[in-house]
């Protein structure tokens, strides 16, 4: 057995898988308070991959940047939450907050419409070229962990890491704090909260600051291990998000987080033994079709996940 | 909502119980309901030859190749449109896989008759077939979502469209990116289909054919069970209906149309790619079903005939040049009241324009240095109204500093912002500055890249259509009780 191969394997599903987790997240923490499926998602994480590019840029590019490296990484993150959570809100404000009533197809459309709008604007902003974040040489690949024969890159340690932080964070958010209680309540029954005293806008606008910025903070660790980005990468993380979300249990916090790791390892696994197991059949681009074939197997056995409970609708 | 308060129109009319009840007797009252009972009343053989008579003269009135070739592809959209609405319209399902059965449809054409594959049928055996397979194929999708709520099949389906994509760029028979581009013409009966006024009329035959289909089908058993199925599912499941047989099987019809649509494609293109198939289509194709009305079969004609001619006549800068002030005139004296307001902000516009063009002059001639892309006449009086910094845009047609960015970011913002104000005056008086924005950013970002800035369109006016109008131009309004 190859055991460089499947550390490698395991290192790349966990930084995946956290991101991953990221984005379900928020797209879990949404859909918990609204029960709306906010297609435009990956579209904040794609705007944060550009924020963080745009921040790097004015630090001085990843060759030579002005200040420590960091700070860089640590601005850069910020930003890109910053200005994640604030489109997030914005889209919030104007594309789903006056279809509150609707029938329910119509937010969902209004949703295709946003994520059509933000890819074609950052296309028409910036091209369709890949850009890079060069982030090998913000941190020489060679710095890293050693451990006997494998060797881990520092970056990709402080991604997972920082993701994990980011949830933890989320988790002490959601469980301690009034807001969390409120958000726990207003997922539960919104218009009981709202008799409750709670005022049900403010935190749903809240909700989404948080799960977009968290969006856009992945957006840039995307950028950090995986260099390339560009106007289309969001479809592909907001749909892995979705199924990780779907897989976990949607509405469930730590649901969203085993989802997400548990589809960026599939997805890892089935990139580097899809070709052996088929025999070169199917070449690595199929991976896709391995984590659709676990998001149809969960529609059919759980369709509530793994953390999720049955729904029981009263009539 | 209280009772007292009138219902706005731009949100679905919700009231109490008589209110309600009475929703149909005031809707017999206006014009428009009154036309809309006549039109109901004729005879069905009557409504479908005055509904595709445009399309079957239209070829009569040009002989440019062109346009034919633009009829066609409007037909298909059109074909695309209406089996979309089967899904999203009566039954209020979100398919976004939808644009996979068209691709289906499409290759599985390229499949039967190409060089490639080295057959070659005749349509009148692969098009039945091919509306069959893909229909089969659409209720294996469905299937997995068919105890789940609409959202669920929602990403089943985009998960599905994006596997089609990785089997069509990855797979090894269907050639990759690179396509199947050797397929044969249409054969009917012997006979070759070779010129595009051939394709033309084999596409409007199909679109005539699936009209009636959907027409019988709507006013059919089925066809009332999915309105009931979509309007309140949980009373529908209670009158005994199979919801979810009836779900897939919209499903299958919907998706049995785009193949048929992928099928008249493919020959009439000689090539399919799997790029023609991606979301940028299914988006459009959304657009489309919502603009002209989910659910009613003209709507849907008419918002599929309208997209596809403004997106036509946008590929060209000439034409989007005076496009997009047709387009601002035309909003700003439909939807302001009174009548003399638009003229007011449009004259305000004109003169603020000159100001600051003027003010530019004086203090950053840079700002004024460049000029328009346009060659037409209306670039030479735009030349000195709008700004238009040197350099804006650089070779690529990209735009090179941050300035353009700035301004493209804040003209979004600034239209966001106009929304939130509710005085009517300091709304107008607003628009003025947001409208010259609005050209500037016009004349020297979208211009430079029309083939981007038609999507950018696109994405903003479904947000737009869903807040103001969610039943689009031609759809009727729903009532509904809380």
Not at chain 1, 17 to 39: E, T
Not at chain 1, 277 to 298: N, Y
Not at chain 2, 173 to 178: C, I, Y
Request: charged share 15%; proline share 4%; aromatic share 10%.
């Amino acid at each position: 057995m190859d055991w460089d191969k499947l550390v490698q394997l395991l290192v790349n599903g966990v930084t995946l898988g956290s991101v991953y987790a990221l984005v379900a997240l928020g797209f879990s923490m949404v859909y918990g308070i609204l029960k709306l499926l906010n297609l435009a998602h990956g579209d904040v994480l794609m705007v944060g991959a550009f924020v963080g590019w745009g921040v790097l840029g004015w630090l001085g590019g990843a060759q030579d940047p002005t200040v420590a490296v960091w700070l860089v990484i640590v601005l850069m993150i910020l930003a890109a939450m910053v200005g994640g959570g604030l489109l997030g809100v914005a889209i919030e404000r104007f594309a789903y907050r006056p279809l509150r009533r609707a029938p329910r197809i119509a937010p969902l459309i209004s949703a295709l419409g946003v994520s059509f709008f933000l890819q074609n604007s950052v296309l028409l902003l910036f091209g369709a070229n890949f850009r890079s974040y060069d982030s090998f040489d913000l941190v020489d690949v060679g710095v890293g962990v050693d451990w006997g024969p494998f060797h881990i890159w520092v970056m990709r340690i402080v991604v997972v890491v920082s993701a994990l932080a980011m949830m933890a964070g989320l988790w002490l958010l959601v469980t301690r704090s009034k807001l969390g209680k409120a958000m726990r309540a207003t997922a539960f029954d919104r218009e009981a909260a709202a008799m409750m005293g709670i005022d049900v806008d403010r935190v749903i606008v809240k909700t989404f600051f948080i799960g977009s910025a968290l969006a856009g903070a992945a957006g840039v660790l995307v950028g950090l291990v995986f260099f390339q980005i560009n106007h289309f990468m969001g479809f592909n993380y907001g749909l892995k998000g979705f199924t990780a979300a779907v897989v976990g249990g949607i509405g469930s916090i730590p649901g969203a987080m085993v989802g997400g790791l548990f589809i960026g390892l599939a997805e890892a696994f089935s990139v580097g033994y899809i070709e052996d197991f088929t025999r070169g059949r199917l070449g690595s681009a199929f991976s896709d079709l391995v984590v659709f074939l676990i998001l149809v197997v969960f529609m059919l056995l759980r369709p509530q996940g793994i953390f999720g409970k049955p729904e029981v609708k009263k009539v | 909502m209280s009772e007292h308060q009138s219902p706005s129109p731009e949100r679905p009319r919700i009231g109490v119980d008589e209110w309600v009840a009475s929703a149909e007797q005031r809707r017999e009252r206006t014009v428009a309901g009154r036309i809309e009972d006549a039109v109901e009343r004729a005879p069905a053989a009557a409504k479908l030859v005055v509904f595709a008579l445009p399309f079957a003269i239209f070829p009569l009135f040009t002989d440019s190749e062109y346009l034919t070739q633009v009829g066609i592809d409007t037909l298909i959209y059109v074909l695309l449109a209406l089996g979309l609405n089967v899904v999203v319209g009566w039954v209020g399902l979100l398919d976004l896989g939808f644009v996979a059965f068209f691709g289906l449809g499409a290759y599985l054409y390229a499949a039967l008759a190409s060089e490639y594959a080295g057959r070659h049928w005749e349509a009148q055996f692969v098009v039945p077939l091919i509306a069959v397979a893909v229909a089969a194929t659409g209720f294996l999708v469905g299937l997995p979502s068919r105890r789940l709520v609409g959202d669920y099949l929602a990403i089943v389906t985009l998960f599905f469209l994006q596997i089609w994509l990785v089997v069509l760029i990855n797979a090894e028979f269907t050639r990759g990116p690179n396509g199947i581009s050797d397929i044969y013409p249409l054969k009917l009966f012997g006979r070759e289909i070779v010129s595009p006024g051939g394709y033309y009329y084999v596409t409007f035959a199909a679109f005539v054919l699936v009209v009636a289909f959907l027409y019988l089908l709507n006013r059919s058993r089925t066809g009332r069970a999915w309105n009931a199925l979509r309007d309140d599912e949980l009373a529908a499941e209670l009158m005994t209906m199979p919801v979810n047989r009836l779900k897939l099987m919209a499903f299958a019809v919907g998706a049995a149309i785009a193949g048929v649509a992928g099928a008249l494609y493919a020959p009439q293109q000689g090539a399919v790619f799997p790029a023609n198939f991606d979301i940028v289509l299914l988006i459009t194709v959304y657009a489309m079903v919502v603009l002209g009305g989910a659910g009613s079969i003209v709507g849907v004609t008419v918002g599929a005939v309208l997209i596809n001619s403004s997106l036509e006549a946008l590929r060209d800068p000439d034409d989007a040049s005076w496009l997009f002030y047709v387009a601002i005139v035309l909003g700003l004296v439909l939807f302001m009241r009174p009548r003399w307001v638009p003229l007011v902000v449009l004259a305000g516009t004109a003169a603020f324009g000159l100001v600051v063009h003027e003010l530019a002059e004086q203090l950053r001639p840079s700002l004024v240095a460049g000029s328009t892309f346009g060659t037409a006449r209306v670039d030479e009086v735009l030349d000195s109204w709008v700004l238009l910094p040197e350099g804006a845009i650089g070779q690529d047609g990209l735009p090179a500093g941050a300035l353009a960015r700035i301004a493209y970011v804040g003209l979004v913002a600034a239209i966001l912002g106009l929304t939130l104000i509710r005085n009517r005056v300091w709304r107008a008086v607003a628009l003025v500055p947001v409208l010259y924005l609005g050209a500037c950013v016009w004349e020297n970002v979208l211009v430079a890249q029309p083939a981007v800035a038609r999507f950018v369109l696109i994405g903003a006016m479904l947000v737009a259509l869903m807040a103001l109008r969610p039943q689009g131009l031609l759809g009727r309004q729903r009532v509904e009780i809380v």
